[in-house]
């Protein structure tokens, strides 16, 4: 008779687990809490499926920040391999000029159609709407359907962002607290209270400004103001640095011009009003209104000190935004918790993977790449330990 495998959640992370154990003769059971599949998996291809990067391994294996621990998969499974895999079911891919790879139509859906009935084809189970609540040894409690014992487990059950989507981080209950690393939001905007004077400004971008928390690594490009603080990539890709030294972010609101050339264009000129001196300056009117808020009114009329601000402001950030709204999670299951298979090293029936292990990448198709990879590397994990069983 063969083996039983539980995977638990539907999302990207889990389907590539079952997909890698379709290949051997398990009966494989997916049980996924939403009516449909990887909800959160379709909303990322609302804006674009950034499905993964074409930098070279090592620069894209430096973006985690866990990057020992998933440097193996990642080699297995990288970008050429889910190019591949996409165009063996039907979906053809490009990478675009900033080197991130996207399908063709930008959408998951049809990926993720395909990709379904890829599975369904080759016997695997899907159980929609089976609540998973609790997990004894290899015995999993659903909601409403009686218990189910398996040959094996995999926890496939996403981080705690977006919960509306499924992933509610309800499964941090079987485990140990001490096996999982609290959760924080990443990628996620961050809060500022502007006063009403910033409200014209709300939706505009300060553009390509360069952005730090610590001066050894700048981001550049733009950063949108809204009524809460700011958002954008460029704050995404300093969100770790911020989460782990300092919510201070400094900013040149005009890289390209050296401080000198600034206090040039700077110096009050009597034919012309000051907000017309900042304009032509580079300063147009987000940045603008940034430094009003920000900078003393006395310093206004001093081009030498305000030159030196404007290249240097720092914006003393209040938090996050709420983890339910970012893009994904820092935090979860500890890495020495898990055997390098992801294997719960106090219950060897149980694997793990995807967003709800312990890792934090930047948006950029790192955070797929990551679950893609882990998935397979849990379901390499429960192949080896179900051959010795
Ligand atoms: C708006 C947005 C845009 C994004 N864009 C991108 C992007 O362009 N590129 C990128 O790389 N990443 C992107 N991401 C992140 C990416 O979608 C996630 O990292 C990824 O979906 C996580 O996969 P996962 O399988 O680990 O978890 P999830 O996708 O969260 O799936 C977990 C599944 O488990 C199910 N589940 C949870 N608990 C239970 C339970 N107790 N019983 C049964 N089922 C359960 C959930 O319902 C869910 O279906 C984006 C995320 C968001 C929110």
Redesign the pocket.
């Given at each position: 008779m063969a083996k039983t495998v539980a995977i638990?959640?539907?999302?990207?992370?889990?389907l590539m687990a079952a997909e890698f154990l379709s290949q051997y003769n398990y009966e494989i059971h997916i049980?996924?809490?939403?009516p449909s599949?990887?909800?959160?998996?379709l909303?990322?291809g609302?804006?674009?499926?950034?499905?993964s990067h074409a930098e070279p391994l090592k620069q894209f294996i430096a973006r985690y920040d866990q990057s020992a621990w998933l440097q193996a998969g990642i080699e297995q499974f990288n970008a050429k391999a889910i190019q591949a895999w996409m165009t063996g079911l039907g979906i053809e891919s490009y990478v675009g000029s900033s080197g991130r790879i996207f399908p063709v139509e930008m959408k998951a859906a049809p990926l993720l159609r395909a990709w379904l009935k890829r599975l369904a084809d080759t016997g695997v189970r899907f159980h929609y709407r089976?609540?998973?609540?609790a997990l004894t040894r290899n015995t999993l409690t659903f909601e409403q359907q009686p218990s189910q014992c398996f040959d094996a487990i995999v926890l496939?059950?996403?981080?705690v962002?977006?919960s509306r989507?499924?992933?509610?981080g309800?499964?941090q209950k079987w485990l140990k607290s001490s096996d999982i690393q609290p959760f924080m939001p990443s990628n996620a905007g961050v809060e500022y209270k502007w006063s009403e004077f910033m409200q014209p400004v709300f939706g505009q971008p300060l553009k390509r400004i360069e952005a730090w928390v610590d001066p050894h690594y700048k981001a550049q490009g733009d950063i949108v103001i809204t009524h809460y603080g700011l958002e954008s990539g460029v704050v995404y890709k300093l969100n770790r640095q911020l989460r782990e030294q300092d919510m201070t972010l400094t900013l040149d609101l005009l890289p390209d011009l050296t401080i000198d050339d600034l206090v040039k264009k700077l110096k009050p000129n009597k034919k012309q009003s000051m907000a017309n001196t900042w304009r032509k300056a580079g300063l147009d009117s987000a940045k603008a209104n940034l430094i009003r808020e920000i900078i003393a009114k006395e310093i206004w009329q001093h081009p030498e000190q305000l030159a030196q601000i404007i290249k240097q402001l720092k914006i003393e950030l209040k938090c996050f935004r709420p983890i339910e709204e970012a893009?994904?999670c820092a935090g979860g299951v500890r890495s020495d918790v898990l055997t390098k298979q992801l294997q719960l090293k106090s219950n060897p029936h149980v694997f793990c993977?995807?967003?709800?292990l312990n890792w934090d990448a930047p948006?950029g198709?790192?955070?797929?790449?990551a679950?893609f990879s882990t998935?397979r590397t849990a379901a390499q994990g429960v192949h080896d330990y179900l051959k010795t069983k």
């Amino acid at each position: 008779m063969a083996k039983t495998v539980a995977i638990v959640g539907a999302g990207p992370a889990g389907l590539m687990a079952a997909e890698f154990l379709s290949q051997y003769n398990y009966e494989i059971h997916i049980f996924e809490q939403m009516p449909s599949a990887a909800r959160k998996f379709l909303m990322a291809g609302k804006t674009g499926l950034n499905i993964s990067h074409a930098e070279p391994l090592k620069q894209f294996i430096a973006r985690y920040d866990q990057s020992a621990w998933l440097q193996a998969g990642i080699e297995q499974f990288n970008a050429k391999a889910i190019q591949a895999w996409m165009t063996g079911l039907g979906i053809e891919s490009y990478v675009g000029s900033s080197g991130r790879i996207f399908p063709v139509e930008m959408k998951a859906a049809p990926l993720l159609r395909a990709w379904l009935k890829r599975l369904a084809d080759t016997g695997v189970r899907f159980h929609y709407r089976h609540r998973c609540t609790a997990l004894t040894r290899n015995t999993l409690t659903f909601e409403q359907q009686p218990s189910q014992c398996f040959d094996a487990i995999v926890l496939a059950c996403g981080a705690v962002s977006w919960s509306r989507l499924g992933s509610d981080g309800a499964w941090q209950k079987w485990l140990k607290s001490s096996d999982i690393q609290p959760f924080m939001p990443s990628n996620a905007g961050v809060e500022y209270k502007w006063s009403e004077f910033m409200q014209p400004v709300f939706g505009q971008p300060l553009k390509r400004i360069e952005a730090w928390v610590d001066p050894h690594y700048k981001a550049q490009g733009d950063i949108v103001i809204t009524h809460y603080g700011l958002e954008s990539g460029v704050v995404y890709k300093l969100n770790r640095q911020l989460r782990e030294q300092d919510m201070t972010l400094t900013l040149d609101l005009l890289p390209d011009l050296t401080i000198d050339d600034l206090v040039k264009k700077l110096k009050p000129n009597k034919k012309q009003s000051m907000a017309n001196t900042w304009r032509k300056a580079g300063l147009d009117s987000a940045k603008a209104n940034l430094i009003r808020e920000i900078i003393a009114k006395e310093i206004w009329q001093h081009p030498e000190q305000l030159a030196q601000i404007i290249k240097q402001l720092k914006i003393e950030l209040k938090c996050f935004r709420p983890i339910e709204e970012a893009i994904s999670c820092a935090g979860g299951v500890r890495s020495d918790v898990l055997t390098k298979q992801l294997q719960l090293k106090s219950n060897p029936h149980v694997f793990c993977c995807g967003e709800m292990l312990n890792w934090d990448a930047p948006t950029g198709g790192y955070l797929l790449t990551a679950c893609f990879s882990t998935g397979r590397t849990a379901a390499q994990g429960v192949h080896d330990y179900l051959k010795t069983k």
